[in-house]
């Protein structure tokens, strides 16, 4: 609330990236951003608002979230915190990232998610690779051999010496993404 309280003051417009339904307790500081911050003049033509709020998802199994985001809220009380924030006036959507290799990137699950999006009000959808290194990528793999080790040779494959997916990957699951996004008749990005 404090540094909130900052960007009011200074009439700064702010984009929350948010796992936490925490947020709820900030709406009010949030709308008088939002009615009072300067958008900087090459975003005037673009933006209608000066608060964005993206809520971050990797899958919508509340099963699989909580071994990669444990201590974090499921994916359904994130969407509903979302839909709140929507319901309050907000500009909001939700960032599928980072969107998790052979689990919760199948073009069924991608559309399911884009479609969850706009069921709960969302703005604006996009997605993310995955991105592995240092201590994460050891830690990550740990999780995987622990949970899922039949998908280790894929990882390893897919990220081999780099710490994202391919380009392939990453453009592949940029297209699906923007294609259900036409298909549900959401907007894919902010702007």
Known sequence: RKLLRIILHYRFPVHVLTKSKLILRDLDILKEIDKKAILPKDLRNKLNHSVLITFSLSTLDSKVAKIFEPG???PRERLETMQKCKENGFFTGVAYIPVLPFISDSDEQLEEM???AKDYGADYVFVGALTLFGIGKRFYYKVL????PNL???YRRLFRIFNQPNKEYQRKLERKAMEFCEKCGIKYKIL
């Open 72 to 74: 974090a809220p499921t």
């Open 114 to 116: 884009v479609k969850t």
């Open 145 to 148: 051999d622990r949970y899922f």
């Open 152 to 154: 280790l040779p894929n």
